[in-house]
């Protein structure tokens, strides 16, 4: 596997989105707007990442 990583940090408050993506963010591991986490580049979290694009900022 690939030992690249996606800095991903929480911009918006997920206050008034759907559950999935409160679940989403909560998956990613991400808690409170600023936290940011260093995930391992993956097709799976890839798709996280573009499904709550509107909430997170994601660096390569």
């Known amino acids: 596997m690939?030992?690249?990583k996606i800095k991903v940090?929480?911009?918006?408050?997920v206050i008034g989105t759907k559950q999935?993506?409160?679940a989403t963010v909560r998956g990613l591991g991400?808690?409170?707007i600023g936290h940011c986490v260093e995930l391992q580049d993956s097709p799976e979290v890839r798709g996280m990442i573009?499904?709550?694009s509107y909430l997170v900022k994601a660096e390569v």
Request: no cysteine.
């Open 30 to 32: 991400l808690r409170r």
């Open 2 to 4: 690939s030992d690249k």
């Open 9 to 13: 940090t929480l911009v918006k408050s």
């Open 50 to 52: 573009n499904k709550v």
């Open 20 to 22: 999935s993506h409160r």
